[in-house]
């Protein structure tokens, strides 16, 4: 056992830690020195500017907007995709009543279950592509298609600025649901009958039920999901990058820190720039998690 | 054995009539329940199907059809011109298999590499274990976009930059904390009598590993094998910042044409093609979901209940 021990080890480990350390570690320390610089990306010259990416930033207005909307997703997005969530993975775990003194699911929940979560396996720029169609603002839309016939619309989903953002969250809450159902149903599942049945011999109503035994009893994925949420809320480049009008538009209505920082970099070559919004963005997701985490701290109920 | 208030037997049990109009009303109550139960789940169930079989019916309409007839109307006549179309025209079957290419090396190495480190860390004691552990792991708290200009960089400085190898290495890379932090905690829990009798009969450390360890661990592979190919192949904001410069069309990932296709397409285009190519990468999810959606399920959601 003990000879060949160490040449083992240090040959298991060196070619993920060679790959990790070039192209994960090395690039995310090079973000901080980085944004430290006022670097254009084809010119040689490189100097330390100390905060001044940071003080620039603060006083830019698109900066300032990104953070409104991601605000806004960091709400909603959570929000709506867990109440909706929870809602559908109760129905279908309790929906069918209790036979036997056992509470079921309504018939065909595993169908359900099986569509609901489908969208959760399309890449988000596909998910992008097709409801930048759904929702285009002609005829050939799905949904201004369907206005057309009854007379109606047509509305202007992406290039009204007041609903562009929203149609995007909607997008956001059209693909998450499934997945937090399926998670949901999966804690529900883990929830021993016994307590449903005692609490149904007391006399509990559904709702009872859910608020004083399935919630408590769910936190922690509760939490679990928001945090994931919310880290999704700080992104949205895919969506935001293919569905809205001119990259962020109209007027800037819908961009997001990812998309600034893709263009501050790519097409502007401000490399320096660029690294600062990802400083930034760094601290305001660990800060998110963070705080979740600490806010939401409960006692876990053992079981 | 308990009963429950709408259980029959419960009730005739107690014989008084009481209990037993308490129990009609409670089942009259459960099938209002269970009705609008399910009124409210095939609502959304249409919400989610809806878009996708408007999708593949306009992929058989021509661009008249689909500016002039009810979104759901059927086409006129089935024909696959659209589907040739975007297949040789808009090149999707071109970025399909150069996604299938990359997916396919990028996963193999995730996991190859992956469950490697994440197996020394987990059952061997040496300096620097959890050092090494911990910069792994510590890659999940960082968002992509933090690295993308030094990733963009460090390409480029390798001669990377809109290869294949880049793009490969830079999946694995990006995939081996969530991969390393899953499959140490799977290694951990493994029993160590099987290993410590193949090493009695004379197994090397390399040995145990590929012929004991990595068998025992399958159910573990799988789940985290699936999440990282869904995760690889949807991914779009690494292919887009690396897969740039003189040629790269050619090389272009999925997502990427795809995407391509929809945002450069102006007031001519052929959307019709479009639906073609969004078909054809639908189509072969839902295939490969109808097959293993229960093994696609757990392992998506394997992150989130760990």
Known sequence: MKHGRYPFIIGFLIVPVAIYGTFVIAAYVQAFQLSFTNWRGFSPDVSYIGFDNFVKLFHDNTFWKAIQHHILLLIFLPLLTIVLALFF??????????KGGRTRGVWGSKFYRVVFFFPQLLALALVAVIFSRVYSSDDSGLINGLLNQVGAGPVLFLADKNLALWSILAVLVWQAVGFYVVLFSAGMGSIPTEIYEAAALDGATRGTLFFKVTLPLLWNTL???WVYLGIAAFDAFALVNVMSVDRGGPDGATTVLGLEIYRNAFDYAQFGYASAMGVVLFFLTITFAALTLRVTRRDAIEL | MTYTKTNGPAASYTGSRHATTTAQRDKKELKLFSSFAHVA?????????APLIWVILASFKSNTEIFTHAPFSLPSKISFETYRTAWTEA???????????????STAGTMLFGSMAAYVLARYRFFGNRFIYYLFVSG????????????????????????????????IAYSLPFTVFFMTAFFKTLPNQIAEAAIVDGASHTRLFFQVMLPMARSGLVSITIFNIVGQWNQYLLPVAIMQGAGAEQKWVLTQGIANISVSAGY???????????????LPMIIVYAFFQRQIQSGLTAGATK
């Open chain 1, 89 to 98: 993975a109760f129905l279908l775990n309790v929906g069918g009543g209790s």
């Open chain 1, 223 to 225: 939490q679990v999901a």
């Open chain 2, 41 to 49: 789940l095939a609502v959304w169930g249409l919400l989610v199907i």
């Open chain 2, 91 to 105: 090149h999707v079957g071109r970025y399909f298999l150069n996604s299938v290419f990359v997916v396919a090396i």
């Open chain 2, 140 to 171: 999940l708290a960082f968002p992509v976009f933090l690295a993308l200009v030094p990733l963009f960089l460090i390409l480029q400085n390798l001669g990377l930059l809109n290869t294949y190898t880049g793009l490969i290495l830079v999946y």
């Open chain 2, 268 to 282: 001519q285009a052929n959307w019709a093609a479009l639906f073609a190519a969004l078909t054809l990468s639908i």
